[in-house]
């Protein structure tokens, strides 16, 4: 009991300080969002998640909207982009660079650039994501670890 008190304090004391930051109406548009969103399809998911690998280190600010990484990433189809791509993330890099090399800095020689890491982080995904039929098989995978705290974490 003593464990849920610390949870929902902690809890209480995030939410006040994001609502702080961006203001009530924000807040709960985004909470509301991610309570309801549901993926149709592994396009979905894939979408979802390269777009989550530019939360690294404030990567949002040096790496292209995914919306205009569609065509690249074969409409967004892990199965397509692993097989294609084959695993060469230089080739991934190199298709980023010609299409958005003059508005971003990109250094495929330095490995700690945001774009080559952003590459090897895409296809790691579409290489993860490529065990699954469907958003409904990655959902059943991702509900089997909610047992308990340890696996969920």
């Known amino acids: 009991m003593e464990e849920d008190k610390?949870?929902?304090?902690?809890?209480k004391e995030a939410y006040n300080f994001l609502e702080d930051k961006v203001g009530e109406d924000i807040?709960?548009?985004?909470?509301d969002y991610y309570y309801s969103y549901s993926p149709k399809s592994m396009r979905d998911v894939f979408r979802r998640m390269i777009e989550t690998l530019k939360n690294k280190q404030g990567?949002?600010?040096?790496?292209?909207d995914v919306e205009q990484m569609e065509s690249i990433l074969l409409n967004f189809s892990p199965k397509k982009v692993?097989?294609?791509f084959d695993n060469d993330w230089k080739s991934l890099f190199k298709e980023f660079k010609h299409k958005f090399?003059?508005?971003y800095n990109m250094e495929i020689k330095n490995k700690r650039n945001a774009w080559v890491m952003y590459s090897k982080g895409v296809l790691s995904c579409?290489?993860?994501l490529s065990n699954f039929n469907s958003a409904k098989a990655f959902d059943k995978f991702v509900r089997s670890f909610f047992h308990n705290e340890f696996t969920i974490a």
């Open 59 to 64: 990567y949002v600010n040096f790496i292209a």
């Open 6 to 11: 610390k949870l929902i304090l902690i809890y």
């Open 101 to 103: 090399g003059k508005n």
């Open 82 to 84: 692993f097989k294609d």
């Open 27 to 31: 807040l709960r548009k985004q909470l």
């Open 126 to 128: 579409s290489e993860f």
